[in-house]
């Protein structure tokens, strides 16, 4: 079945910088790969997704690129601010649900 | 006010007894979905339902069971059988049954006694 592996697990950026997530999958029929953002307690809630006919998507601040060949996608976040500080988690999937990877702490320092 | 629905908040179960989780679901979603999260880690899969009166298992579905009788919920069963279930219980679904765009529930905690 698909693996997907994130990284790093903890991430600590300053108010304003760049923070990047990495995740690579194993199942090269995979075709479907979001972002979830979730606060503690809370449910993962979507925050940007991106197809496999796709390169790369940008919402405001946050942009998702994907390489098929490698078979890696990942989460960017420009400008970031106190709020982003949460869990967030990648997943990917080839039409049935989704495998999720382990999540990355994101620490906003004000 | 569309949305997902779980209930209850928390939930204790005693040894060698069943609980079911609520799910409920206004957004005429087709497909629903029953994720694990335990703590610092992922989602994994316990069960999903593409369709009304059908329901497949995922990843980890021993010790779990579920119906799928209406089109807006999907109950799930931890069983007596399920020997560690404590963990964050979280409810999914989507518009279309391909596993696309899934929308979350606030969660169910369960513990045990």
């Known amino acids: 079945g698909e693996n997907v592996e994130q990284h790093p697990s903890t991430l600590s950026v300053q108010e304003g910088d760049s923070a990047v997530i990495k995740c690579t999958y194993s199942d090269s029929a995979s075709n479907y790969f979001p972002w979830y953002k979730q606060e503690l307690g809370k449910g993962p809630q979507l925050i940007i997704d991106i197809r496999s006919n796709v390169g790369e998507k940008k919402d405001q601040r946050i942009a998702v690129t994907l390489n098929k060949t490698a078979k890696h996608f990942s989460l960017h976040i420009t400008e970031t601010q106190p709020e982003d500080s949460a869990v967030y988690f990648c997943?990917?999937?080839?039409?049935?649900?989704?495998?999720f990877g382990s999540g990355t702490r994101l620490q906003v320092q004000p | 006010d569309g949305g997902i629905t779980q209930s209850p908040k928390y939930l204790f179960r005693k040894e060698g007894q069943n609980v079911t989780l609520s799910c409920e679901q206004n957004?005429?979603?087709?497909?629903m979905y029953w994720y694990r999260q335990d703590p610092g880690q992922g989602l994994r899969l316990i069960y999903y339902s593409q369709i009304v009166n059908d329901f497949q298992k995922g990843d980890i579905a021993e010790g779990y069971s579920v119906s799928r009788e209406k089109k807006e919920s999907f109950p799930l069963t931890v069983t007596s059988a399920q020997k560690n279930p404590t963990a964050f219980y979280l409810c999914a679904s989507s518009i279309v049954p391909n596993g696309e765009t899934q929308y979350f529930g606030p969660g169910t905690r369960l513990l045990v006694l």
């Open positions: 997943a990917a999937s080839r039409g049935r649900a989704l495998t």
């Open positions: 957004l005429n979603h087709d497909a």
